[in-house]
Each structure stands twice: as C-alpha cells, then as structure tokens.
C-alpha cells in the first residue's frame, strides 16, 4: 500500500465503466433522471453501498483502504472520513470523550458545533477567554498559562477542547497545552477545521495530530481539493475509547453517505501525500507576489502574523479607508471577487494550495482590488477595546436547568447582568458571541453594537433587528 493510491475513487471508476443499470437508490439512476445537465456528470459517481463499493459504517475494502491510507499520512492510529462536515466529528469527538454533568474545559473561541455537542452532552463546560491580538482585532487561541491555570481549579475535567488555528490563520503554543493536559490524564480534543493541510510541514504550522492530540477533526473541503462536507477524524488516544468513537459517527453520519464527498477525500489525501518541496516553493513565491501587490493598496493593510508563524494560505486585509470590512467585501463581490469573511476591520481570503506549475488569478485580482478601492481615502482605525484574555468562567444557568426557565426580549442597552436565552453567532466564521445560560458582561454588548453597526449578518438573536435581546427570567 502507497500514497499514490486512490483505492476509494478506483473502485467508483471501475463501477462506472460497468455502464451499470440501476433498479437501486438513488432515484436520479446515475444521472439518467436528470432536471439540469450541469449535474449529469457528478450524478454518474452518485452510487450507494453496493458490491464492490463498500460500506462507510462497516468498511472492509475500498473505503477502509482508503481510511488506512490517511492515517499512515498522518501517523496516527485511526482516521475516519466525515461526509457530514467538520459538524460531525466536533459531535462524535466531544460525545466519546465526555457523559452528562462531566467538567468540560473549552477553549471560549470555539465553533457552534462544539456548543451543540457540549449541550446534547449535557457537561459542564467551563470556557477559557483566549488572547487578543490587538494589531489583528481578532481572538486567537488560549495561553498555556491560562489552560495551567484552568486544570489546576479543574482536576477531574475529562477533556480540554481546543480549536487551532483560529479562522485567520493564527496559531498557538497547542504542543505545551496538550503536554500540561496529559501530565493530568486528561484528553485533548482539537477542531483543527482549517489545518487540513498543516501535515505538509514548512512553512505551515504542525498539525495538532502531529503534537499528540488525542482526537484532531479537520474540514479537508476548506483548504485541500474535497468537495464541501468532506472531512477528516484522526484518533490517536490512550485516554478515549475507540469504540465509542465510532459507535458516535454511526449514529450522528448520515446512513446514506456520499460517494463524491468520500471519493473526493480519498482524492484529497492523494494530492496532500503528492505534496513536495517545490510546490512548497512554488506556493509561497505565488503568495509573496501576491502580498507584495496588494501592499501597494494604500486603502488596506496586509496583516503578518506574530513572528511570521502561522497559515500562509489566509491573508487578512484591514481596511484603512474608513469602510469596515463588511463595506469592503461587498465592495469586491459587485465586482465578482468573493472572499471568505468579514469582520468590523477586516476581509479574509484563503488561497488555494497551490503546487508547481498550477495557475491562480492573483496578479488579476490584485489589480482588481486596487481599481475598486482607489478613489477611497486612507484612513486608519482609531484604537479600540481589548478583551480581558484568560478568563474563566462557566454557564450561569446548566444547560439541564434551562427547559425550565421563562424567557423574555429585552433592549440591548439594558441587558448587562442578565443571562443570556439564545446563542447569538456571527456567521461565518460561526464562532458565537453570546452562550445561551451565560451572563451577559459590558464587554460582549459593546462588541454586539460594534457588530450590528458595521453589517454583521447573525445566527442567533432573533430580535436583533429591533435592538433587543431573549434573557432568562430568574427569580
């Protein structure tokens, strides 16, 4: 068995050349039953558990070759394939780890799927603040000061979850972490969503996998070349069970997988594993020139990362023309250039992974965005808050107690001390702002206001429009 098999999507090629006739799910019969002929040549690998192509939730050929080959990629002792996302493993992994009223330390910075977990869970999440990086205006991961100092009040907490790196691309010292947790026999889970890709080396960041996390979920869609939904499980722990790992994704996986999303992991894994060092080369002379023209753009700033350590596929713009980051994506999309968030200050794009030889129009768009933010003046942001990092803090309200609580909408101006009823989420990055059953501080309502005044869209927070928010009714 190599690398440079694609055990997966030659069983799926091999079926289709068979020119098979179809009395079985699903009823487009490979495309035969079609409403648009975009669709007709992916609907050809839309097949289903059948010989020869077997079966995501008992695998025994393709698939688990396919799954043997990515954990040989990443050295750990099993990986899985998600076809539910990212969403799925944040579920399975935090559900193997942890039973109701256990003590959850959770990194406060964390995707609303971990949230959901922690809640069908029904633990106590104690969540830790992570650092702020001023320059950047954004949140990036915990200290290992802080998380020392979370294990110390906690002792018996069953699990640290983490989520490295942060949308942008910045990173954190994850190695000492999951060093200081496992002294402490407690298992270390991280969303690495974005990192997929980190297992290539220089000059990326190592992958948590890499650092001895027990269970490390990545969306391969994200920065590998695998359809949106495709994901990655690795388990490589002495603290969790197995089999409850996999007795988790039988349940929250669809039971009808999808053979392009799986096809396209195992082809994913294929071109990450083909990855070398001149592509490396390649990649970073593309997005240095790519950097280096948009620097000549006196309306926004290309954000470093600290020490020049973190994803080199993201690039951060902020905005120093008095438009938030909000005006300036909608400023690109009107000219067909879609990035991937926006935030108050700034617009993120995330680049391909490039190998040699690969073309990308980033000279084209550089150029673009020089004509369209041009005739803007330059302005820069005036010094905002900064977030107390390293706090620690838990629901004021368990989430077993809430079904029992009466609720209300009240004006955001006067809901300090309250505690929160609805889970309010800027979306993307999902990250949310506001946990149903904490209590709402000044600091978080004064970054709501600055959200809803720059154009942030929301999940969560029904009322929002109406300036007002739902809070427990205590007595």
Partial sequence: MTQFQKPLYKALIKHIKQKPISFHVPGHKYGEINLSPLYQPILQLDATELTGLDDLHSPEDAILEAETLLADLFQVEKSYFLVNGSTVGNLTMIMAACT????????????????????????????????YNREWKVAAGITPETAAKAISQYPNAKAIILTYPNYYGLVTHVQEIIEQAHRN?????????????????????????????????????????????????HFNSKLIEK??????????????????????????????????????????????????????????????????????????????CGLSGFQIQKKLEEHAIYTELADPYNVLLILPLLKQGQNYPLEE?????????????????????????????GLEIPYKEMSS??????????????????????????????????KINAEKLTQLKTLLESGARFQGGTNLNKESIRVFIQH
């Fill in 185 to 233: 026999q407690i298992p270390v889970l991280v969303d690495e969503a974005h990192g997929a890709h980190f297992i290539i080396g220089q000059p990326f960041p190592a992958s948590a996998a890499q650092m001895g996390a027990d269970i490390v979920v990545q969306s391969a869609h994200k920065t590998l070349p695998a359809m949106t939904m495709g994901s990655y499980l």
């Fill in 100 to 131: 109701e009223d256990d003590t959850v330390l959770v990194q406060r910075n964390c995707h609303k799927s971990v949230l959901n977990a922690l809640k069908l869970a029904k633990v106590n999440p104690i969540f830790l603040e992570p650092e």
């Fill in 243 to 320: 089999t409850k790992v996999k007795e988790n994704l039988e349940m929250f996986q669809s039971s009808s997988p999808s053979y392009p999303i799986m096809a396209s992991l195992d082809l994913a894994r294929h071109y990450l594993a083909g990855y070398e060092q001149k592509d490396a080369t390649f990649l970073l002379k593309e997005i240095d020139r790519f950097k280096e023209d948009l620097a000549t753009i006196p309306q926004i700033k290309v954000l470093e990362f600290p020490n020049h350590h973190g994803d080199c596929l993201k690039i951060t713009l902020q905005s120093q």
């Fill in 365 to 393: 768009t550089a150029l673009k965005i020089k004509t369209i933010l041009e005739d803007l003046p330059y302005q820069e942001w005036k010094e905002d808050y900064q977030p107390a990092a390293g706090s620690i803090s």
């Fill in 405 to 438: 609580l009466k609720e209300q909408d009240i004006q955001i101006n006067k809901a300090v001390g309250h505690v929160c009823a609805e889970t309010i989420i800027p979306y993307p990055p999902g990250i949310p702002l506001l946990i149903k059953g904490e």
